[in-house]
């Protein structure tokens, strides 16, 4: 019960703050819109919304996932709800306007695992993004994946 209470205050919280209309996955074939990623990451919060897969550990469904990156290399993310930051790290690059790609390991795991983010602005704080890792399927056009970037926790 403790579990879908958090839930539902996460949901309350972050679910304001983000993307309301569907969106769908990053697509390099598609023109960069005009808006701009930020030059670096350290200090900043990711929220991350949809059904598809956002970090190793959170569910296929739908889930919300926050980002923090307290340093230029080091990240934490917790699925919302479980109260567990799981520890990583990352590069963070800008290979084009209004894209970016966070190369992350989770490194509190027995093995380490390895996975992308590519990351489309749809402005300057908010956008969509496809997640991959070595193992893991694409996601077809029915999912929905939202984030928003913060400077201050969510």
């Not at 390099?28 to 190793?56: E, H, V, Y």
């Not at 296929?60 to 109260?83: C, E, L, N």
Request: glycine letters at 10%; aromatic letters at 8%.
């Amino acid at each position: 019960m403790k579990y879908l209470a958090r839930v539902a205050l996460g949901t309350a919280l972050v679910g304001g703050t983000l993307l309301s209309s569907g969106t769908g996955h990053a697509d390099p074939a598609k023109p960069a819109p005009q808006c701009a990623m930020p030059d670096q990451l350290m200090g900043k919060f990711l929220i991350l919304r949809g059904n598809t897969r956002s970090a190793p550990l959170a569910p296929p469904d739908y889930s919300i996932v926050v980002m923090r990156f307290p340093t230029a290399d080091k990240q934490q993310y917790m699925v919302v709800g479980t109260g567990i930051w799981h520890d990583g790290s990352y590069r963070y690059k800008v290979p084009a306007p209004g894209t970016a790609v966070i190369d992350s390991t989770q490194t509190d795991t027995p093995q380490p695992i390895t996975y992308s983010l590519a990351l489309r602005c749809h402005d300057n704080v908010t956008g969509d993004y496809r997640y991959t890792t070595g193992h893991s399927p694409e996601a077809g056009p029915e999912h929905t994946a939202a984030y928003r970037f913060q400077n201050t926790a969510p």
